[in-house]
């Protein structure tokens, strides 16, 4: 069995289990029609439901009941057609309704699965559900010492929880299945998965065990808010409870919290402190009946999804399985991918697009939506390698002036005097004046020196300043000596 | 279910509501007494039927996905305590 982990004594293996919030992209709130919009005033977009106002009643929108059941469809998951909403009652000062409406015993979505890539192959990790909720308001402790702020902007809006079994076995594991996750969140067009701006949040439940036996007691970290941090707070989590059972300690059931800077796990609050929440289905809201023609029209609707656009993108494109993989994991890039590729050489374009491109995004830290990047401006560049006006090694030279320029690839090439010379006439002249130039050479190569034929082509490639079509200038030159 | 006063400090806790402890004991009773009231819908058979999610006999009422609001900030924020550049200002909160 792979993935274990060696302890003094024993080897262990580590079961992962993940809670995920989503905030669905939608314009108004769960249940209010305030803004949902990110980085406004404090307090700007809050109704009197949202500021738990007396009387105050909750209209559910429907829009985030399509976004949820359309998240479930493509988590290949079980539509409950009925489900009901509860408050989940606990007090703390940015939930000012004193109970945040959510989902308990009748969720919107039942079981599902998403599948994931191991090294040992395709895994198959299980959804146990996914129901809707409020989202509370946010707190600001750092502002001031003895004051927490306020800001209720955020209190209400659509959160999907999506909770998966404990089926994950290494923080590897972890960090695959939340990426498949955000992967079919954007595509499916319910969630854009942004972790910085805490559009998707994850809570992690680790426990550890020796294989075979029964799972231990587990501790759940709380709001790692990236990839590379859950997976650093995975194994942080897994080391110290090994250490603690293999000293014989017990593992105390309770939430910790992962502090990036230290690479360290602490606890938050332990079982006997955790809240007692009294979940009861909320009065303001009848259950939520789902018609079947709703459910029959989103399951007609549903987006292609990446496992079936990485299979079409390998057997249309002929594409790598790795190359198809990569462009399939962001719904922006495979898109840009299909336009690009119309008319173009695939693997040309893959390789400008998950080379070159990628390496600029990266170089200059923006996602592909943002550096404004068009397909156009890639295609006329890719073009004109096509067209052999500009060799490849010339191309990447001015990529970064290029994208992040205004002028047009021709306008940019002509001015640097870049163009390859690839216009046959030219070339001739130009060879011919080589081998005029260098007779002897010339006799010498026709009495069999072969080794020559370089020394030709260094010379032409000299006095066209390196402008001159390599492919041609061989083929011309061939030609020229065989005479 | 009986309630015992360990029960009603919880209740209290919980609803962050101060009961006098001496006062403990009549709340304890007066919550047995309703919890035995309703304890008599035990005895009803409810083998066949199907549990009942709601009282409400409609259907949930839909809103379309559109934001309807003026921005209220300085109405939301009148009825705070204490208030400071649009946020709402309260002791310190620390987990």
Redesign the interface.
Known sequence: MKNLIKGKSNLWEVVLGLEVHAQIS???KLF????TEYGS???????LVD?GMPGALP???????RQAVITGLGLNAKINK?S?FDRK?Y???DLPQGYQISQFQ?PIVGEGFLTIKTEEGEKKIGITRLHLEQDAGK???DQ?????????NRSGCALMEIVSEPDMRSGLEAAEYLKKLRTILQYVGSCDGNMEKGNLRADVNVSVRIPGEKLGTRCEIKNVNSIKFIQQAITFEAERQIKLLESGEQIVQETR?FDPNKLETRT??NKEESH?Y?YF?D?D?????LEDSLIDDLKKNLPELPDKKKERFINLYKLKEYDAEVLVSEKDVSIFFEELVKGREPKLVVSWLTGELFAFLNKKNVSLAESKVTVKKIADLIDLISDGTLSNRQAKEVFEVYLEGSKTAKELISEKGMAQISDEKELSNLIVSVLDENEDMVKDYKSGKDRLFGFFVGQVMKLSRGKANPQMVNKILIEKLKR | MSIDNSIVKKISKLSKLKIKSDSEDKMAEELNNILNWVESLQEVNTEKVEPLLSVLNEKMPLRDDKVVMDDNQVDILNNAPEKKSGFFVVPKVVE
């Not at chain 1, 001031?144 to 209720?152: A, H, Q, S």
């Open positions: 939608s314009k108004s209010s029609s305030a803004s005033e404090p307090n700007s977009q809050v109704t500021a209209v559910i929108n429907e829009y985030c009941i009925k009901v009652n007090f703390y000062p009748h707190s600001i402790h001031d010492f003895e004051n927490t702020f306020i800001d209720l919290l938050m609050r007692d009294r289905p009065p809201l009848p259950p939520l009946i």
